[in-house]
Nanobody, 120 residues
Framework: QVQLVESGGGLVQPGGSLRLSCAPS????????MGWHRQAPGKERELVAN??????NYADSVKGRFTISRDNAKNTVYLQMNCLKPEDTAVYYC???????????????WGQGTQVTVSS
């Protein structure tokens, strides 16, 4: 069974940095867009950043502070988060369009979420 496995969340002080990682487990035939969303308490889930074919998109709130990258050889997407602010506190979810098994069709997958807390 295909899943997205995330790692790298935690507690950090304002101004600090964290790096999130995400990769699919199981057999896949292809990967399309990969990215990160986040959801803070009482708020809707929002796009943080995504990347496809080397082209990245960012939410205005994280531009200049966060960098998304992708290692195609490892099927892994990273989110480097610098200059973190308390308002970045949220559960961060990896998402990706995957072709499971030998399927010719892309299917959206979500990770289980990883908590990022920015607090002094």
């Amino acid at each position: 069974q295909v899943q997205l496995v995330e790692s790298g969340g935690g507690l950090v002080q304002p101004g600090g940095s964290l790096r999130l990682s995400c990769a699919p487990s199981g057999s896949i035939a292809g990967i399309g867009v990969m990215g990160w969303h986040r959801q803070a308490p009482g708020k809707e889930r929002e796009l943080v950043a995504n990347i496809r074919d080397g082209s990245a998109n960012y939410a205005d709130s994280v531009k200049g502070r966060f960098t998304i990258s992708r290692d195609n050889a490892k099927n892994t997407v990273y989110l480097q988060m610098n200059c973190l602010k308390p308002e970045d506190t949220a559960v961060y979810y990896c998402n990706a369009q995957l072709r499971p098994g030998t399927s010719p069709f892309y299917v959206p997958y979500w990770g289980q979420g990883t908590q990022v807390t920015v607090s002094s």
